[in-house]
């Protein structure tokens, strides 16, 4: 299978709320599917043999059953089961196979995943050198129409990459594109957020539009643009009306801290819609 839109899934009911979101995708890009689960037992030295039997049942039903979904809906869909790290093995396999995106659930089966952000999406976050598109797990089981694509700048070289390969998707997933700057508000103007324009020169929010038309202009004049302005920035991120919210990430390893770093990792722990993470370093997508 070559260039598959690759779906992690543990068979939770937030790995299964995915599915829905992923066939749309899929069907939108003309690709083909592959389902990756990892059982990670054997590598964290847990001694399940007594339950192996029923979990293999499990297991394969599971695919099984996952499988069925997407071909009903037009999508080919192959599965892969490994051993190991679950996000060592899923970036693996999305290496291996050449997978133009990846997509996974917030969050999981552990029971820690249900208060913070699961686990293994954070590591796959992390290391991930392609596009991985983030589902809240209180997405709803149908997903509405991709109708748009909001992609958060902060002006940074790393930033207008990750835009140069959101931009490339949503021409292929046929969604307009709209480029959002937000300027944070400063702490002292809590108390009045009307008071926020006085703070400084008009001068700053000249050449943030100023700038945003540029990148506009890199991008396509079929991309529109959008300054807003916010206490929290990840927080006014995820009250734009759009389909997906794509951000960007440096580098390989931790996020790095500053716009579309540490604000990348709370936009994708708190977003009620789908979270695109694009590494600076990342290809155009074929």
């Known amino acids: 299978m070559s260039n598959p839109v690759l779906i992690a899934t543990d068979f939770s009911a937030a790995a299964e709320s995915v599915y829905p979101y992923a066939i749309k995708l899929a069907q939108r890009l003309k690709l083909p599917a592959l389902l990756v689960n990892v059982d990670e037992a054997s590598y964290w030295g847990i001694d399940a043999s007594s339950q192996r039997e029923h979990f293999k049942s499990h297991q394969q039903s599971s695919l099984q059953r996952a499988i069925a979904l997407f071909e ?157 302005s916010g206490f929290d920035v990840a927080q006014t991120l995820n009250e734009l009306e759009a389909s997906i919210i794509a951000v960007g990430a440096s580098g390989t390893g931790l996020l790095q801290r500053s716009l579309l770093g540490s604000n990348a990792e709370n936009l994708v722990r708190i977003a009620t819609r789908p979270v695109l993470v694009v590494r600076s370093g990342v290809a155009y997508l074929r």
């Open 72 to 228: 009903e809906a037009g999508v080919h869909c192959d599965a892969v089961i490994c051993e190991g790290a679950a996000s060592v093995r899923i970036l693996e396999t999305a290496h291996r196979v050449s997978a133009e995106l990846v997509i996974m659930a917030r969050q999981g089966l552990r029971r820690l995943e249900r208060f913070f952000l699961g686990a293994t999406t954070l590591r796959v976050l992390r290391n991930a050198d392609l596009p991985i598109l983030v589902i809240s797990d209180n997405a709803a089981a149908n997903p509405p129409e991709f109708e748009s694509l909001a992609m958060a700048t902060d002006f940074s070289a790393d930033s207008i990459v990750a835009g140069r390969t959101t931009y490339a998707l949503a021409k292929r997933l046929r969604m307009p594109m709209r480029l959002v700057h937000v300027r944070k508000i400063p702490v002292l103007a809590l108390n009045d957020e009307e008071s926020f324009a006085d703070l400084g020169p008009e001068q700053v929010k000249g050449d943030a539009r100023s700038q945003l038309n540029q990148q506009q202009a890199a991008l396509g004049s079929d991309v529109s643009c959008q300054l807003l």
